[in-house]
C-alpha cells in the first residue's frame, strides 16, 4: 500500500510532454505545470505568432508567459528522486474498459497518455515517443485520450475532416470542397476553432460576469430580508409602544372621570345632606309650636288663653317646601353619555385609521423595482378596468356603457345632490383607488379631452382652478386635441410632440412615482412620463369640452 502510494506521487510529478520527472517545473496559469525547457520548445514550435497554449487544456496567452521555476515543486521532485523507485509496474499502466487504450499496442494494450489529431491515433508512452523524436510529427497536434477519434474522419471519403464549411455549419475533408460543399464558404478547422475559442472567451467573460452580478443582487436580497425583518420588528415594537401610550392615556381619562363624578357626587351629597338638616330642625320646631298651640286650645280660662296666646310668636314662613324638587331622571346619565360619544368617536377614528394602515402595510413592495414594460403585451399585464363614479360626474355629463363612458349632452342630467361632484367643471372620476403598477386605455372623439389622474381630495364645487385637472399640486392631465397634447400639473402646462391618436395608454407605477402617457395605433409612442412621488392613491379622470365629446375606459383583454 505505501509503494502503492509514492507510485501515485510520481505519476504526478510527470511532465505530460517528455513524461519524465519535471525538471525546473514551471506552472502555467491555467494550472498545469511542465518542465521549462519543455514548454518552451513547445511554444517555439507552435504557428502562431504571438498567441501560445498549453498542451493541455488548449488555453491560449497573448503575450507569451515569463517562466518562473517552482522551487517548491523541484525540491519535492528531488525528494521523489532519492527514492530509488523506478516506473510503476506494468499492469498500473494497462488500459481497463473506461480507459482510452494506445491502437499501436498488441496484446493487451496500455492505457493511451496522448492522442494524435492528425494520425487519429491515440500512442501509449512508448509509441508516443517518435512524436518528440521525429520532426515530421513534431508538427502534428496532441491532445488529452480521445475516444472520439473516429468522429474526425469524413463518412463520405474516408478523410480527415480539417475544413470548416460555414455555409453549413460543419466540419469536412478536403474532397467535400470538390463535391457537395463546392462554392461554400470553407475555412481552416484550426481557423475557425481560434475565432470561435474567442467568441466562447467573451461568452465565458460575460458568463464570469454574470454571476458576479447575480451574486451583488443576491447580496442585496440578502440584505434586503434582513432591513425588511429589521423594519417590521421595529415597525411592531413602535406600534405597540404608541398603542400602549394610547391604552395608558384612556386608563388616566378613565380615572379622571372616576375622580371627576366621585368629587361632584360628594358636593351634592353633602348639599342635599345640609338642606335635609335644616329641614328637620324647622320640622322640629313646627312640631314644637303645634304641641304648644294644642295645649292652648285646650285652656278653659279665657284670661290664660289670651295672656298665652299674645306670648306666642306665629311660626317662621317656610322657604324651602316649595322650591325643593327632585330629578326624575338619573343624575350622571349625561356624562355616560359623553364617554359613549366619545367611544363611538374613537371607534369611527380606528375604522379610518385602520384603512390607512392597512393600506400602507399591503402596499409595501418588498420587490427590486421593475422596469417600465417595452411592448404592449408587457403594460397590458397590468391592465385594469376602470369605471366612471357617478357621484363625481357634473350634471352635463351622462355615463354609459357600463359608466365606462362619458358624454357631454346639451342639457343636465337627473343627477341627484352629492358632496362629490364636479358642480362647475365638465368633469368625472373613477370609482376605483388606483395604486401599485396599473395600465389603462381610453378612446376619445370630439375636438378636445383630458386624461388625468387625481387625488381623491381634489376640490370639487365652484369654478377655482383647484377644481381643474392639471391646474393644481392634486392631479396630472394630458389634453388631447386633433393635432397635438399638452400636458399639466399644478398650473404648469408643457406641450408635448407626438403622432396625433384617438386612442391614449396610461401607465402608472404608484411605487415608483412614474406617470406615462402613450399614443396607441399599430405601435405605442410614448408621449410624456413623469416622475414624481404620489403621496395618495390615484383616481382616473376625464375632463370634456364641447358638446358631443365623449371618451371610453376600453375593455382590455
Given at each position: 500500500?505505501e509503494?502503492?502510494?509514492?507510485?501515485?506521487?510520481?505519476?504526478?510529478?510527470?511532465?505530460?510532454?517528455?513524461?519524465?520527472?519535471?525538471?525546473?517545473?514551471?506552472a502555467?496559469?491555467?494550472?498545469?505545470?511542465?518542465?521549462?525547457?519543455?514548454?518552451?520548445?513547445?511554444?517555439?514550435?507552435?504557428?502562431?505568432?504571438?498567441?501560445?497554449?498549453?498542451?493541455?487544456?488548449?488555453?491560449?496567452?497573448?503575450?507569451?508567459?515569463?517562466?518562473?521555476?517552482?522551487?517548491?515543486?523541484?525540491?519535492?521532485?528531488?525528494?521523489?528522486?532519492?527514492?530509488?523507485?523506478?516506473?510503476?509496474?506494468?499492469?498500473?499502466?494497462?488500459?481497463?474498459?473506461?480507459?482510452?487504450?494506445?491502437?499501436?499496442?498488441?496484446?493487451?494494450?496500455?492505457?493511451?497518455?496522448?492522442?494524435?489529431?492528425?494520425c487519429?491515433?491515440?500512442?501509449?508512452?512508448?509509441?508516443?515517443?517518435?512524436?518528440?523524436?521525429?520532426?515530421?510529427?513534431?508538427?502534428?497536434?496532441?491532445?488529452?485520450?480521445?475516444?472520439?477519434?473516429?468522429?474526425?474522419?469524413?463518412?463520405?471519403?474516408?478523410?480527415?475532416?480539417?475544413?470548416?464549411?460555414?455555409?453549413?455549419?460543419?466540419?469536412?475533408?478536403?474532397?467535400?470542397?470538390?463535391d457537395?460543399?463546392?462554392?461554400?464558404?470553407?475555412?481552416?478547422?484550426?481557423a475557425?476553432?481560434?475565432?470561435?475559442?474567442?467568441?466562447?472567451?467573451?461568452?465565458?467573460?460575460?458568463?464570469?460576469?454574470?454571476?458576479?452580478?447575480?451574486?451583488?443582487?443576491?447580496?442585496?436580497?440578502?440584505?434586503?430580508?434582513k432591513?425588511?425583518?429589521g423594519?417590521?420588528?421595529?415597525?411592531?415594537?413602535?406600534?405597540?409602544?404608541?398603542?400602549?401610550?394610547?391604552?395608558?392615556?384612556?386608563?388616566?381619562?378613565?380615572?379622571?372621570?372616576?375622580?371627576?363624578?366621585?368629587?361632584?357626587?360628594?358636593?351634592?351629597?353633602?348639599?342635599?345632606?345640609?338642606?335635609?338638616?335644616?329641614?328637620?330642625?324647622?320640622?322640629?320646631?313646627?312640631?314644637?309650636?303645634?304641641?304648644?298651640?294644642?295645649?292652648?286650645?285646650?285652656?278653659?280660662?279665657?284670661?290664660?288663653?289670651?295672656?298665652?296666646?299674645?306670648?306666642?310668636?306665629?311660626?317662621?314662613?317656610?322657604?324651602?317646601?316649595?322650591?325643593?324638587?327632585?330629578?326624575?331622571?338619573?343624575?350622571?346619565?349625561?356624562?355616560?353619555?359623553?364617554?359613549?360619544?366619545?367611544?363611538?368617536?374613537?371607534?369611527?377614528?380606528?375604522?379610518?385609521?385602520?384603512r390607512?394602515?392597512?393600506?400602507?402595510?399591503?402596499?409595501?413592495d418588498?420587490?427590486?423595482?421593475?422596469?417600465?414594460?417595452?411592448?404592449?403585451?408587457?403594460?397590458?399585464?397590468?391592465?385594469?378596468?376602470?369605471?366612471?363614479?357617478?357621484?363625481?360626474?357634473?350634471?352635463?355629463l351622462?355615463?354609459?356603457?357600463?359608466?365606462?363612458?362619458?358624454?357631454?349632452?346639451?342639457?343636465?342630467?337627473?343627477?341627484?345632490d352629492?358632496?362629490?361632484?364636479?358642480t362647475?367643471?365638465?368633469?368625472?372620476?373613477?370609482?376605483?383607488?388606483?395604486?401599485?403598477?396599473?395600465?389603462?386605455?381610453?378612446?376619445?372623439?370630439?375636438?378636445?379631452?383630458?386624461?388625468?389622474?387625481?387625488?381623491?381630495?381634489?376640490?370639487?364645487?365652484?369654478?377655482?382652478?383647484?377644481?381643474?385637472?392639471?391646474f393644481?399640486?392634486?392631479?396630472?392631465?394630458?389634453?388631447?386635441?386633433?393635432?397635438?397634447?399638452?400636458?399639466?400639473h399644478?398650473?404648469?402646462?408643457?406641450?408635448?410632440?407626438?403622432?396625433?391618436?384617438?386612442?391614449?395608454?396610461?401607465?402608472?407605477?404608484?411605487?415608483?412615482?412614474?406617470?406615462?402617457?402613450?399614443?396607441?395605433?399599430?405601435?405605442?409612442?410614448?408621449?410624456?412620463?413623469v416622475?414624481?412621488?404620489?403621496?395618495?392613491?390615484?383616481?382616473?379622470?376625464?375632463?370634456?369640452?364641447?358638446?358631443?365629446?365623449?371618451?371610453?375606459?376600453?375593455?382590455?383583454?
Open positions: 500500500m509503494q502503492k502510494g509514492v507510485q501515485l506521487d510520481r505519476e504526478t510529478f510527470f511532465c505530460s510532454i517528455c513524461l519524465d520527472l519535471l525538471k525546473d517545473p514551471v502555467l496559469h491555467c494550472g498545469h505545470t511542465y518542465c521549462m525547457n519543455c514548454i518552451k520548445s513547445h511554444w517555439d514550435g507552435e504557428d502562431q505568432e504571438g498567441i501560445h497554449s498549453c498542451p493541455q487544456c488548449r488555453k491560449t496567452f497573448t503575450p507569451r508567459p515569463v517562466l518562473e521555476k517552482n522551487t517548491i515543486l523541484a525540491k519535492l521532485v528531488e525528494q521523489l528522486k532519492k527514492t530509488g523507485l523506478q516506473a510503476a509496474p506494468a499492469d498500473h499502466c494497462y488500459a481497463w474498459p473506461e480507459d482510452v487504450a494506445c491502437d499501436v499496442c498488441t496484446g493487451r494494450k496500455l492505457k493511451a497518455l496522448k492522442s494524435c489529431l492528425v487519429l491515433v491515440s500512442y501509449c508512452e512508448k509509441h508516443l515517443q517518435p512524436h518528440y523524436d521525429v520532426a515530421q510529427f513534431k508538427r502534428h497536434t496532441l491532445v488529452h485520450p480521445s475516444k472520439k477519434l473516429q468522429e474526425n474522419i469524413c463518412s463520405h471519403h474516408d478523410e480527415v475532416m480539417k475544413i470548416f464549411c460555414r455555409t453549413d455549419q460543419e466540419s469536412i475533408c478536403y474532397l467535400c470542397t470538390m457537395e460543399h463546392k462554392g461554400h464558404e470553407t475555412v481552416p478547422a484550426a475557425e476553432r481560434t475565432e470561435k475559442q474567442k467568441e466562447v472567451e467573451v461568452m465565458l467573460q460575460e458568463i464570469q460576469q454574470r454571476i458576479q452580478k447575480n451574486k451583488k443582487d443576491v447580496e442585496l436580497l440578502v440584505n434586503e430580508v432591513a425588511i425583518n423594519s417590521a420588528d421595529k415597525t411592531v415594537e413602535d406600534s405597540e409602544e404608541i398603542f400602549g401610550d394610547m391604552i395608558h392615556l384612556i386608563q388616566k381619562r378613565s380615572f379622571e372621570v372616576k375622580q371627576l363624578v366621585r368629587s361632584q357626587q360628594e358636593t351634592e351629597v353633602s348639599r342635599v345632606k345640609d338642606v335635609q338638616e335644616k329641614l328637620e330642625q324647622k320640622t322640629t320646631e313646627l312640631e314644637r309650636k303645634g304641641s304648644e298651640l294644642k295645649q292652648l286650645l285646650n285652656t278653659e280660662d279665657h284670661n290664660e288663653f289670651l295672656k298665652t296666646y299674645h306670648s306666642l310668636l306665629p311660626p317662621s314662613e317656610s322657604t324651602h317646601s316649595s322650591s325643593i324638587k327632585t330629578r326624575t331622571l338619573g343624575y350622571f346619565e349625561d356624562v355616560t353619555a359623553a364617554v359613549s360619544e366619545t367611544r363611538e368617536e374613537l371607534q369611527d377614528i380606528l375604522r379610518k385609521t385602520w390607512n394602515i392597512s393600506l400602507a402595510v399591503t402596499e409595501v418588498v420587490l427590486l423595482p421593475q422596469p417600465e414594460p417595452k411592448t404592449r403585451d408587457g403594460f397590458l399585464k397590468y391592465s385594469r378596468k376602470i369605471t366612471l363614479d357617478p357621484n363625481t360626474a357634473n350634471t352635463f351622462l355615463l354609459s356603457e357600463e359608466n365606462r363612458k362619458v358624454i357631454l349632452m346639451n342639457q343636465q342630467q337627473s343627477y341627484c352629492h358632496p362629490d361632484r364636479f362647475f367643471w365638465l368633469q368625472v372620476l373613477s370609482r376605483e383607488g388606483l395604486s401599485g403598477r396599473c395600465y389603462w386605455e381610453v378612446e376619445w372623439r370630439g375636438g378636445r379631452v383630458y386624461i388625468a389622474v387625481a387625488y381623491k381630495n381634489i376640490s370639487r364645487a365652484g369654478r377655482s382652478h383647484e377644481c381643474l385637472f392639471g393644481s399640486h392634486k392631479s396630472w392631465a394630458l389634453r388631447c386635441d386633433i393635432s397635438d397634447y399638452l400636458f399639466s399644478n398650473n404648469v402646462h408643457t406641450v408635448v410632440s407626438g403622432p396625433p391618436s384617438s386612442r391614449v395608454g396610461v401607465y402608472l407605477d404608484h411605487r415608483a412615482g412614474i406617470l406615462s402617457f402613450y399614443s396607441i395605433s399599430e405601435t405605442m409612442t410614448l408621449l410624456h412620463r416622475q414624481t412621488t404620489f403621496t395618495q392613491p390615484l383616481y382616473a379622470g376625464l375632463w370634456l369640452f364641447d358638446y358631443e365629446d365623449n371618451a371610453e375606459f376600453i375593455k382590455l383583454k
